[in-house]
C-alpha cells in the first residue's frame, strides 16, 4: 500500500468510513501477519499480538502524525509488542510448526483444485520444498524473507520498522538471503 | 527500548554477521564474491510470496477480528499512554516466575497504575478518584469495576490476551493503550 493511498484511508477512516477501514485492514493485515510470523511466536501468541497491533492502531486512529506511514506503525508496533512475548520467558514457546509444512500435502488448497491432479502434486511439492528451506534458513534470513513475502510487497519502511533493521542494509541482505535460499534450493535439485 | 534481538541471539556463527546462517563452509564464503550478478531475486522473493500466500496466510478470523476493531476508534476518549512497562523497563527477579506486570499509563494530569497478576489485577487511578472502569478485550463491551474514593480497583480475573481499561471519571473518558497482558 503506497503512501497516498494510506494517508487517505487512514483520514477516511478517522472521519467514520468504515469501508476505509476495512481497506486498511484488507491491505496491511499480510504485513502485519508477516512480522508476527517472523518472530516464531506461538499460534496464540501470534494471534494476539496481531490482535493488539490492530486494537491499537484503531484507538490511535486520527491521532496518527504520519497517516502514510500507517504500515510502518503497524510494523512497529507489532515488533514490540513480539518483543515483549519474548520477553515474558514464562509464555514463550518456540514454534517449529511442522504442521505448517504438512498442510499443502493434508489439506489442499482452493488453488489446487483449479489445477488437474498431476500439475497440483508437482507444484505442491515445490511450494513444500520452497518452504521447508526457508524455514531452515538462519535466524535472520528466515525473519528477513518472512516480512518481505508479506502481500503486497511491504517497502523498505515498512519492513526496517519490522525488524528494527537499517532502511539501507535492507536491499544488500535481501539479496544475501535469497541468494542463500536458492543456493538450498539448488544443493537439494529442487531448481 | 532495548529489545533488540539483532543483538543478542544465541545463534550467532559469526557476530560481524548476523545474518549468517547455517550454510556450511567454502560454498558459504565464497557467494559473497560473485556480488549481485545475474540472479534475479525478484523472482525467487515473489514465490516465497505465493508460497506464503497458500502456506501461512492471515486466518480470515483473526483478519475478521481486525475488521471489527474499528468499533475501538473513539475520538471522544483520552488516549493514556503507556509509560512504563516491568516487562520491558525493569530488570528481571532472578528466580521468580510469576512475578507481577506493572504497567503505568498516562492522560494529562491522570495516571493509572495497573499490576497484573496470575490472580488478577489490580490498581490504582491518581490523582485518587473515583471512577467506573471497564477492562475490555476487544470491540465488545467488557467487564465493569469501580475504583473507589481513593481511585483503588481490584478485579479477580486476570486479563488475558490484548486488553484496555475504559475510565470515566467525572468529566472524562480515558482509555489505557492496548496491550497484550
Same mark, same amino acid.
Given at each position: 500500500?503506497?503512501?497516498?493511498?494510506?494517508?487517505?484511508?487512514?483520514?477516511?477512516?478517522?472521519?467514520?468510513?468504515?469501508?476505509?477501514?476495512?481497506?486498511?485492514?484488507?491491505?496491511?493485515?499480510?504485513?502485519?501477519?508477516?512480522?508476527?510470523?517472523?518472530?516464531?511466536?506461538?499460534?496464540?501468541?501470534?494471534?494476539?499480538?496481531?490482535?493488539?497491533a490492530?486494537?491499537?492502531?484503531?484507538?490511535?486512529?486520527?491521532?496518527?502524525?504520519?497517516?502514510?506511514?500507517?504500515?510502518?506503525?503497524?510494523?512497529?508496533?507489532?515488533?514490540?509488542?513480539?518483543l515483549?512475548v519474548?520477553r515474558?520467558?514464562?509464555?514463550?514457546?518456540?514454534?517449529?510448526?511442522?504442521?505448517?509444512?504438512?498442510?499443502?500435502?493434508?489439506?489442499?488448497?482452493?488453488?489446487?483444485?483449479?489445477?488437474?491432479?498431476?500439475?497440483?502434486?508437482?507444484?505442491?511439492?515445490?511450494?513444500?520444498?520452497?518452504?521447508?528451506?526457508?524455514?531452515?534458513?538462519?535466524?535472520?534470513?528466515?525473519?528477513?524473507?518472512r516480512?518481505?513475502?508479506?502481500?503486497?510487497?511491504?517497502?523498505?519502511?515498512?519492513?526496517?520498522?519490522?525488524?528494527?533493521?537499517?532502511?539501507?542494509?535492507?536491499?544488500?541482505?535481501?539479496?544475501?538471503?535469497?541468494?542463500?535460499?536458492?543456493?538450498?534450493?539448488?544443493?537439494?535439485?529442487?531448481? | 527500548?532495548?529489545?533488540?534481538?539483532?543483538?543478542?541471539?544465541?545463534?550467532?556463527?559469526?557476530?560481524?554477521?548476523?545474518?549468517?546462517?547455517?550454510?556450511?563452509?567454502?560454498?558459504?564464503?565464497?557467494?559473497?564474491?560473485?556480488?549481485?550478478?545475474?540472479?534475479?531475486?525478484?523472482?525467487?522473493?515473489?514465490?516465497?510470496?505465493?508460497?506464503?500466500?497458500?502456506?501461512?496466510?492471515?486466518p480470515?478470523?483473526?483478519?475478521?477480528?481486525? &475488521? $471489527? !476493531?474499528?468499533?475501538?476508534?473513539? @475520538?471522544?476518549?483520552?488516549?493514556?499512554? %503507556? =509509560? /512504563?512497562?516491568?516487562? &520491558? $523497563? !525493569?530488570?528481571?527477579?532472578?528466580? @521468580?516466575?510469576?512475578v507481577p506486570?506493572? %504497567? =503505568? /499509563?498516562?492522560?494529562?494530569?491522570?495516571?493509572?497504575?495497573?499490576?497484573?497478576?496470575?490472580?488478577?489485577?489490580?490498581?490504582?487511578?491518581?490523582?485518587?478518584?473515583?471512577?467506573?472502569?471497564?477492562?475490555?478485550?476487544?470491540?465488545?463491551?467488557?467487564?465493569?469495576?469501580?475504583?473507589?474514593?481513593?481511585g483503588?480497583?481490584?478485579?479477580?480475573?486476570?486479563?488475558?490476551?490484548?486488553?484496555?481499561?475504559?475510565?470515566?471519571?467525572?468529566?472524562?473518558?480515558?482509555?489505557?493503550?492496548?496491550?497484550?497482558?
Open positions: 500500500m503506497d503512501r497516498t493511498d494510506a494517508a487517505a484511508l487512514v483520514q477516511a477512516a478517522a472521519d467514520g468510513d468504515a469501508a476505509a477501514w476495512k481497506a486498511l485492514v484488507e491491505g496491511l493485515s499480510p504485513l502485519v501477519w508477516s512480522v508476527v510470523r517472523a518472530h516464531r511466536l506461538s499460534d496464540a501468541d501470534a494471534h494476539e499480538v496481531y490482535q493488539t490492530w486494537f491499537r492502531f484503531a484507538q490511535h486512529l486520527g491521532r496518527i502524525r504520519e497517516p502514510g506511514k500507517a504500515g510502518a506503525w503497524l510494523a512497529s508496533t507489532a515488533r514490540h509488542e513480539c515483549k519474548i515474558s520467558a514464562q509464555r514463550l514457546t518456540l514454534t517449529d510448526d511442522p504442521r505448517l509444512l504438512d498442510r499443502v500435502s493434508e489439506e489442499g488448497t482452493p488453488e489446487q483444485s483449479l489445477l488437474d491432479a498431476e500439475e497440483a502434486a508437482a507444484q505442491s511439492e515445490r511450494v513444500r520444498r520452497l518452504w521447508q528451506e526457508f524455514e531452515e534458513l538462519g535466524e535472520r534470513c528466515r525473519q528477513l524473507l516480512v518481505l513475502m508479506a502481500t503486497p510487497p511491504p517497502s523498505y519502511q515498512d519492513v526496517s520498522a519490522a525488524l528494527g533493521i537499517a532502511v539501507g542494509s535492507i536491499g544488500p541482505l535481501r539479496q544475501r538471503c535469497l541468494r542463500r535460499l536458492r543456493a538450498r534450493l539448488e544443493a537439494r535439485g529442487a531448481m | 527500548m532495548n529489545g533488540d534481538r539483532y543483538d543478542d541471539d544465541p545463534h550467532d556463527h559469526d557476530p560481524h554477521d548476523p545474518y549468517d546462517d547455517d550454510l556450511s563452509g567454502e560454498e558459504d564464503r565464497g557467494e559473497e564474491d560473485r556480488g549481485d550478478e545475474e540472479f534475479d531475486a525478484g523472482i525467487l522473493e515473489e514465490e516465497l510470496r505465493q508460497a506464503a500466500a497458500v502456506l501461512d496466510p492471515v480470515a478470523e483473526l483478519q475478521q477480528i481486525a &475488521v $471489527d !476493531a474499528y468499533a475501538l476508534h473513539d @475520538l471522544d476518549a483520552r488516549v493514556a499512554e %503507556l =509509560t /512504563f512497562d516491568s516487562l &520491558v $523497563d !525493569a530488570l528481571p527477579v532472578r528466580g @521468580l516466575t510469576d506486570r506493572m %504497567l =503505568t /499509563f498516562r492522560a494529562g494530569e491522570v495516571t493509572v497504575d495497573v499490576e497484573v497478576t496470575a490472580q488478577g489485577l489490580m490498581g490504582q487511578v491518581l490523582p485518587p478518584q473515583p471512577a467506573r472502569i471497564e477492562v475490555l478485550g476487544g470491540p465488545r463491551p467488557g467487564s465493569p469495576l469501580m475504583a473507589d474514593d481513593l483503588r480497583f481490584t478485579g479477580d480475573a486476570p486479563p488475558t490476551g490484548p486488553f484496555a481499561l475504559r475510565l470515566r471519571t467525572g468529566e472524562a473518558v480515558v482509555v489505557t493503550e492496548w496491550l497484550r497482558a
